[in-house]
């Protein structure tokens, strides 16, 4: 995607590979700023406290972090205190592990000596693939605007969550590429976009995206999207997922249950855009065996914003005694879910739907 005018992607490397480049994504939307990663404790860094985020971005980046270890310490021992560096930064989102597990098995039958460039060349494939994926996964969502739009005058409402853009990818996004491919075909769009406290990705990445596409949208709180959806405001609703299990249970950003029941009560159609390497194969309980990173209270307790002179800043907004929680994630069970969008077409939120467009995964499940 572009920035002011310039492609950008989330995630790339320079100098062979020794140094990689990303986007500060806890500057945005009021700085856009560049940072270099050159070891694995900055990798590490850069995922745990949110520079990058996102279940495929969290990935492409943990591949680029044993890549970076690689070429300090490519022991077996270096491999292994990697992987273990890099798995303990986010609990929730299965990308992290797929990703490392990759990596790790990829280069551990591999003499130390051609473990750098073979870290680099498989990072550099996750991160391609990851793109595909995501094109692939709009070119088969755009069908469902097309289909809303092709019945209605005005243009189409769609209500997301979170963030589930290029930004929370290496390219595309997950839940935009459908709106990304629907606008570039003159589609008639607006998006209400959930602010996603209490990190705020909605106001601070959805919204900047957008704007920078030149697609109408509102920002709003979380709390309204039951009153659009009442008020026959919204016509789908499309959202991410961080993890899903084979069973089509889907665990997303914390508030993403909270929509699917007010969608379901109204009527109004819960998609989720699913790229394959989220899936989970090895669990069929979301609420039971997928575990709920629980942050820290301060991301409850204050707010970043920029002030009335320009200058940044952290305030915040509740009694300094009053102890804050903060689960990260909820899961949607699969009988809230419409259907799921994935590289490989369109199908329902069940083992069976899943398994039918995934035999290959689904059967070393």
């Known amino acids: 995607m572009k920035v002011n005018g310039t492609p950008f992607r989330t995630i790339w490397a320079e100098d062979g590979g020794r140094r990689v480049r990303i986007i500060d994504q806890t500057r945005l939307p009021h700085d856009f700023v560049l940072v270099d990663l050159t070891t694995l404790d900055q990798a ?9 985020r996102g279940a495929p971005l969290i990935g492409a980046t943990a591949a680029w972090g044993m ?40 280069l551990a039958p591999l003499a130390p000596s051609g473990r750098f460039d073979a ?12 793109v595909e994926i995501n094109r692939r996964i709009g070119e088969h969502g755009v069908a ?17 969550h979170c963030n589930a853009g290029w930004l929370a990818t290496v390219d595309w996004g997950t839940a935009t590429s459908p709106i990304y491919q629907a606008a570039a075909r003159g589609i008639a769009l607006h998006v209400w976009v959930d602010e996603t406290r209490p990190r705020n990705q909605g106001a601070h990445l959805t919204a900047w995206e957008l704007a920078g596409a030149g697609i109408p949208h509102h920002l709003i709180v979380d709390n309204a999207g039951g009153h659009l959806m009442q008020r026959g405001e919204v016509d ?11 069973t089509g249970d889907v665990c997303n950003k914390i508030g993403t249950y909270l929509k699917a029941l007010a969608a379901r009560d109204c009527g109004v159609p819960f998609h989720v855009a699913l790229p394959s390497p989220t899936i989970d194969w090895r669990i069929r309980d979301g609420l039971a065996e997928i575990p709920i990173e629980a942050r820290s209270g301060d991301e409850v307790a ?12 952290r305030v915040r907004i509740s009694p300094e005694a009053t102890p804050c929680a903060n689960p990260a994630f909820d899961v949607t069970p699969a009988r809230l879910v419409t259907g799921l969008i994935t590289e ?7 083992a069976e739907g899943l398994a039918a467009l995934f035999p290959d995964l689904a059967g070393g499940a």
């Open 119 to 130: 870290a680099c060349a498989r990072a550099a494939a996750i991160c391609e693939e990851d």
């Open 344 to 350: 490989r077409g369109l199908c329902p939120a069940t």
């Open 236 to 246: 789908l609703v499309i959202v991410g997922t961080d993890r899903t299990t084979a």
């Open 302 to 313: 204050f707010v970043h914003g920029r002030g009335a002179d320009g200058a940044a800043a």
């Open 44 to 52: 590490a860094v850069a995922i745990r406290d949110m520079w990058v």
């Open 67 to 106: 890549a970076l270890a690689m070429a300090a310490d490519p022991s077996d021992a270096g491999l292994a205190r990697a992987f273990d560096r890099l798995v303990a930064t986010r609990p929730t989102a299965v990308n992290l592990r797929w990703a490392l597990e990759d990596m790790r098995a990829r």
């Open 144 to 160: 469902l605007i097309e289909a809303v739009a092709a019945r209605k005058s005005g243009p189409v409402n769609i209500l997301t």
